[in-house]
């Protein structure tokens, strides 16, 4: 799809109903805090800390075995330090954007959708350190893992198909909704729906370009380190398809092929990170 394409559907999409939340106040001033050269964890602390949420997530991933770290943290700006600034501040981001994205009516969907980004996020940590993948920030990765699909949020607001196939495996009694078939039948893109929500949320571009093309196996003139970056987060789809023992077509059918080339690694080089990786799941 080209760069005018996109641009009719994005269109059509927001002339459907479908409105893109305005960017968070709190997200402005992280991001003021973050331009800051003379900011720290001291000036992040302050800002998270009258939040009851975003403290609370800082807290879950400091103890989160997928950083392996065995401090203890008594502090906001203590588990900011222990972090570091930049996947403290990508958890609080994804975390501002879970809020602004909550729907009461469509919880059980979000809850699936956010747990499954989750879950992908966490694979990213653990799949840059047993690949010693060099280039990728593991903020960027979590980010990726958290935000790659956060446009489903959008589409559940306006077809209740997305929610009632989202909330489906919330449940268990059903796997992960084919969502490409979704797209096809109510004439959008998640895809562009969630590079929409970055692109407005001043995300970086080369995340905004990942949101968006994510999916596609075959895109061209990507700049090197989206093209990476997807390739990391296919491999990362990967890991949870093994995990939960889901069907894997689109690796099988080539995003294995296409993520080694992306990354420089050759089969035996997949296989073994793969297995790392695993090993390092307790699998």
Known sequence: MSDTD??????????????????????????????DEDAGPRELAALIS????????????????VFGLRQRVETVEKAITVLGMRNASALIRTEILRGALHDPEHAHALEALWGRSGAIADLAMV?????????????????LGMFHDCGLALLCKRYPAYARALAATWTGNAPWPDIHALDREHHVHHALMGQMVARNWLLADDMVLAIRHH???AATGLPDQVARLCALFNFC?????QLTGADDPEWEDGWREESARRLGFDDSEMS????????ALGH
């Open 6 to 35: 996109d641009e009719r559907l994005i269109q059509a999409i927001l002339s459907s109903g479908v409105k893109i939340p305005p960017m968070p106040a709190i997200l402005l001033r992280l991001n003021e805090v973050l331009r």
């Open 50 to 65: 009258q939040d009851g949420a975003l403290s609370g997530a800082v807290f879950r991933l400091v103890g989160s075995p």
């Open 127 to 143: 799949a840059l350190k047993t690949g010693h993948i060099r280039g990728i920030a593991s903020d960027v990765a979590y980010t």
């Open 237 to 241: 789809c990967h890991l949870h398809h």
């Open 272 to 279: 073994e990170w793969e297995l790392e990786a695993l090993a």
């Open 215 to 217: 999916h596609d196996l």
